[in-house]
């Protein structure tokens, strides 16, 4: 009878003698179902770095809610700068004598005032250093003016009361007009790397464009990574070390095929936890590989159409649990140089032209080819790019993707 059904052991019971007995073909189709149906796409479509992202409904209204969110953050910058004391001569002289660890250039050219991106750069760097203590004692700040008319750069102008500032320009007259902008933009950077390194002897320097805000964890994860893991022998000697990538290419399914082994190394894992559950669950006898392969590409799948960013976001809990794995080509706007990799870097880079399809990150990424060279990028980014609005294509109608 239906109640003395009910009264038997889940696993006597008809449903547990049909996980258990038969195949588990329909209990499987009704998980893939309901997960992809309905959960994930519920879920996951406000995740802006999803697959299951409903774009048409969500992008414009999120462009405009992240543009003026900005906006407000580029205010409170200005405030933060408005308010802050700026030090007297003798204390920029103290704290200049010291020949840093780190240091911290930032390369800045005027662009969409209103939102005061190197403001917003700026006045994180200078809380989280503040807050670092002693362990940060040995950082600097050192501002690079790359704008034709440095004095036109009022942003600029406001943080040279805070910080060392160098300007490569003293106006057009300076400007060589016959560059195409890759070609300026790429030697607007290796003079601001060399300018640091004549001008302060690092140890290292972390070259970060003026768009580039600084997570929280920053400075940790950097001690963590310089101390601990770059003294071990093959991540000795990088060329130089990324510390961001775009969100919407760090997919498991993308160009960069090196991901394919972690993406594996995820499906063995979940794969296996999943399936012993399941097991218990049912009171099955034994795993059966059948069962585990379905949950490994189940959990392949999830992990991939929910989204890679976002699972990374995890490793956020402490500095060893930050990854770090062969660099990727796109984009330069953190990177941290060793000063003999500065070196390097700068004697390879001024034997490149730069040009539409050839810039910068392009360039530096071909000389780990030609030269034989190594580098790494870290995971999850220790920046957020914040400029939707670039200073080399123009874009008057921004969208996040």
């Known amino acids: 009878s239906r109640g003395a059904a009910a009264m038997l052991p889940w696993g006597r ?19 893939v179902s309901v997960t992809f149906g309905v959960l994930a796409p519920l879920t996951c479509r406000q995740l802006l770095h ?24 580029g205010q409170s910058a200005l405030h933060y700068f408005e308010q802050l004391r700026a030090p007297n001569s003798s204390e920029k002289l103290t704290g200049e004598a010291l020949q840093p660890w780190l240091l911290i250039t930032i390369i800045t050219v005027q662009r969409r005032p209103e939102f005061h991106y190197v403001l917003q750069v700026a006045s994180h760097f200078h809380r989280l250093l503040q807050e670092c203590g002693p362990s940060c004692r040995h950082h600097r700040v050192l501002l690079c003016n790359v704008e034709a008319e440095p004095g036109s750069h009022w942003d600029a102008m406001l943080l040279a009361n805070f910080f060392a500032m160098v300007s490569r320009y003293g106006g057009r007259k300076d400007l060589e007009f016959s560059l195409n902008r890759f070609e ?27 768009d580039a805000v600084p997570e929280e964890q920053i400075f940790p994860v950097l001690h963590h990574l310089l101390q601990v893991r770059f003294s071990r022998p093959h991540l000795q000697d990088a060329l130089y070390v990324k510390l961001y990538h775009p969100e919407r290419l760090q997919h498991y399914i993308n160009p960069e095929p090196m991901r394919i ?54 490793r956020r809990l402490a500095p060893p649990f930050y990854n770090v794995v062969p660099v990727t080509e796109c984009c330069t706007p953190a990177m941290l140089f060793s000063a003999p990799s500065a070196r390097r870097a700068l004697g390879y880079l001024k ?38 609005f670039s200073s080399l294509r123009l874009n008057d109608n921004p969208k996040l993707l």
């Not at 999803?50 to 953050?73: A, C, G, I, T, V």
Request: proline share 4%; aromatic share 18%.
């Open 13 to 31: 019971q008809p449903w547990g003698r049909l996980c258990r007995g038969s195949s588990p073909f329909l209990p499987f189709l009704v998980l």
């Open 50 to 73: 999803s697959y299951f992202y409903m774009r048409q409904w969500y992008l414009n209204p999120m462009s405009q809610d992240f543009l003026k969110q900005n906006q407000e953050d």
């Open 184 to 210: 300026k933009e790429k030697q607007d950077y290796t003079y601001c790397l060399e300018k640091s390194l004549q001008a302060y002897n690092p140890e290292y320097v972390l070259l970060v464009e003026d």
């Open 261 to 314: 082994l972690e993406w594996f190394g995820v499906g063995m894992f979940w794969g296996s936890l999943l399936s012993f559950v399941y097991v218990r669950v049912t009171n099955r006898s034994s795993l059966s590989w059948p069962i585990m392969l379905f949950f490994a590409l189940y959990s392949m799948l999830l992990v991939e159409l929910v989204g890679r960013h976002y699972f990374l976001e995890l």
């Open 351 to 388: 034997d490149l032209r730069c040009r539409q399809g050839f810039a910068k990150d392009t360039a530096l990424y071909s000389l780990l080819r030609t030269k034989g060279e190594r580098a790494f990028v870290v995971e999850p980014n220790l920046v957020r790019h914040v400029g939707v």
